[in-house]
């Protein structure tokens, strides 16, 4: 069974507004999760990186305060998208690494959620 | 940057077909991972081969990597219609550490 759980699967909203993405480990603590966006047919490109208890580790050409996460307990970690605009429109997708489950350095990852920017 | 690079880019064969994807990587790696995505959907793992490892094969899958080459590929036998999905491969530089992802292989199983 699944594992990460990432919430809401598909948002639309304004432009100008925030909104809040959530992953979850169920039953695991995930110390550590990963953000991706991915654009239609293309690949995964990592955002960052959130540490629980710490701050995240952006990428380079990601802007933090752009996209705002916390990892507040170890087993919720949350990405905002502040003053949404259309380019953010994009597939958002999570992952952990559970170190008690699958193969060393295999990830879990959630389904996903779509943000379509109006 | 993304550090994979597949082909091909898209691949359509017939049900019971064999499909066999590639993908080529620049800098040493510790691990390498094959993922797969349905459209839409979030990423499934598929198998994990370890730099001194050269073959591993996972029910209808069989995958090889060939570190001198900083290469890999995925086959999948016998394939089903159910197998349609996007394929990707992701290199890791140390155990437990991010992946970077290929830029995928879209496959297409025809019934």
């Known amino acids: 069974g699944a594992v990460v759980s990432q919430h809401p699967s598909r948002v639309i909203c304004k432009s100008g507004t925030s909104v809040k993405i959530e992953c979850r480990s169920l039953d695991f603590q995930a110390t550590t999760m990963f953000w991706y966006r991915q654009f239609p047919k293309q690949s995964l490109m990592l955002m960052a990186t959130s540490n629980e208890g710490s701050k995240a580790t952006y990428e380079q050409g990601v802007e933090k305060d752009k996209f705002l996460i916390n990892h507040a307990s170890l087993t919720l970690s949350t990405l905002t998208v502040t003053s949404a605009h259309p380019e953010d429109s994009s597939f958002y997708i999570c992952?952990?690494?559970?170190?008690?489950?699958?193969?060393?350095?295999?990830?879990?990852f959630g389904e996903g959620s779509r943000l379509t920017v109006l | 940057s993304q550090q994979g690079e597949e082909d091909p880019q898209a691949l359509s064969i017939q049900e019971g077909e064999n499909a066999t994807m590639n993908c080529s990587y620049k800098t040493s790696i510790n691990n390498l991972q094959w993922y797969r995505q349905n459209s839409g959907r979030g990423l499934v793992h598929l198998i994990l081969?370890?730099?001194?490892?050269r073959e591993k094969h996972s029910g209808r899958l069989r995958v090889t990597l060939d570190t001198s080459k900083k290469s890999s590929s995925l086959l999948i036998t016998a394939s089903r219609a159910a197998d349609t999905a996007s394929y990707f491969c992701a290199t890791s530089r140390t155990s437990g550490s991010r992946l970077t992802f290929g830029e995928g292989t879209q496959l297409t199983v025809n019934p």
């Open positions: 081969i370890r730099s001194n490892e």
């Open positions: 992952s952990a690494i559970f170190p008690d489950r699958g193969e060393v350095g295999e990830l879990f």
